[in-house]
């Protein structure tokens, strides 16, 4: 059962009802599905380029995330629920899905409501709290990371080592540390930042199976549109 002091913190930083989230230790699974609502040790916060995204696949599907009226950059992907090793995803839960219009208020960090209905269903059920409680938590720790505006600025399409990015994030956010951080690619094209937080929404190590920076030297950063 999890400890008194997670559950505060967790009501804490929503300041909120208390959460009924009911933490253990969880087996090490590299893909997990259905595993029990509340079982993990510790949160990715992932956010993704929205211009490599836009590139791969939104422009194909019409996305509105991708219009020429969007100036998306570092969107938030997901808040993951992880074990040290592996994660849960689809758990079953009693929760209540979230509405449309929840779904939709995330769209101003998240790019399109769709976004945030998946992250409920793939990863919020395993949370473990109500579908808005799990929103905020994701809006406060997109909140907590500094997206460096240097990478917004650059004004046309680069090519640069993947680690750069990762120097980038680190200069933004002090105390932020190398291990607390891993930069994605996809297709020769920068794909995500993936930060690492305890309970408490605080950097932390990354698990071992995290941990797998792009090593890249010339992978493409699309301008923001």
């Not at 490599?52 to 009226?69: I, K, V």
């Not at 004004?155 to 932020?176: H, I, Y």
Request: proline share 7%; aromatic share 8%.
């Amino acid at each position: 059962m999890m400890p008194a002091s997670l559950a505060a913190n967790l009501c804490r930083l929503l300041a909120g009802p208390v959460l009924a989230v009911v933490l253990g230790l969880a087996p090490a699974l590299v893909r997990a599905n259905g595993e029990r609502a509340g079982d993990f040790d510790y949160f990715v916060l992932s956010l993704s380029w929205s211009p490599t995204w836009c590139a791969l696949e939104g422009d194909a599907r019409n996305s509105p995330q991708c219009t020429e009226d969007k100036d998306f950059g570092w969107v938030l992907h997901g808040l993951w629920p992880q074990y040290e090793e592996g994660y849960p995803a689809y758990c079953p839960s009693s929760k209540r899905p979230p509405s449309r219009s929840m779904t939709g208020e995330m769209a101003d960090i998240m790019g399109a409501p769709g976004v945030a209905w998946h992250q409920w269903k793939k990863h919020g059920t395993c949370v473990g709290v109500e579908a808005r409680d799990y929103y905020g938590l994701m809006r406060l720790a997109y909140g907590k990371i500094n997206r460096p505006q240097v990478l917004r600025d650059l004004g046309r399409d680069v090519r640069l080592p993947a680690s750069v990015v990762e120097e980038a994030f680190l200069e933004a956010n002090p105390g932020l540390k190398r291990d607390q951080i891993t930069i994605t690619c996809r297709s020769g094209r920068i794909q995500e930042a993936r930060i690492c937080l305890d309970m408490e929404l605080k950097p932390r190590r990354c698990g071992d199976d995290v941990i797998r920076d792009c090593r890249a030297k010339d992978a493409l950063l699309d301008r923001i549109r």
